[in-house]
């Protein structure tokens, strides 16, 4: 098989699209999650400001997922040179693809779990102190999931590699 057919010119436009999905869904889902807890946040700083600070983890939670995703745009990006030097092949494109997908969608998913979860956990913060506890680890179960989407698509870059 010729090199050509291997390392297509049009290869790097998979790998850019990993890097666009990544960073599109990861921060969607981080935004969702912080919209969705603000509004949480904003509601119970009418009645009890002294809970706001305790209940901004849901809205630092969801800025971590869109720092996955940038770690994964920036892996990517490394990986892609202009074309004089390039030996850009095909399947690098779908790595980085797919490595783009995998920590977007986790990302988005983990964004509207935490941003449900916040919302609803910190209104009922107001209501019941001892639901803290499980109103954070309902919350990194959330987080997890784009954790999870983080390190398949780092095991996916490094395959894409050789």
């Known amino acids: 098989m010729a090199e050509a057919d291997l390392a297509p010119r049009f290869a790097p436009f998979f790998g850019m699209g990993g890097i666009a999905f990544a960073m599109i869904f990861g921060c969607y889902g981080a935004a969702y999650g912080t919209a969705k807890s603000g509004i949480g946040i904003a509601g119970i700083g009418a009645f009890r400001p002294d809970l706001i600070m305790k209940s901004l983890i849901p809205v630092v939670m969801s800025g971590i997922i869109a720092v996955y995703s940038l770690v994964i745009a920036v892996l990517i990006a490394g ?17 980085h ?44 179960f959330g987080e997890v999931l784009g954790l999870y989407g983080l390190i398949v698509a780092l095991i996916l870059n490094t395959k894409s590699r050789g």
């Open 79 to 95: 990986d892609i040179s202009p074309p004089p030097g390039q030996n850009y092949s095909l399947f690098n494109g779908f790595m």
């Open 97 to 140: 693809l797919a490595c783009g997908l995998s920590v977007g969608l986790t990302g988005l998913a983990a964004g509207y779990a935490i941003g449900v979860v916040g919302d609803t956990g910190v209104r009922a913060y107001m209501q019941q102190s001892r639901i803290f506890v499980g109103m954070i680890l309902i919350l990194i």
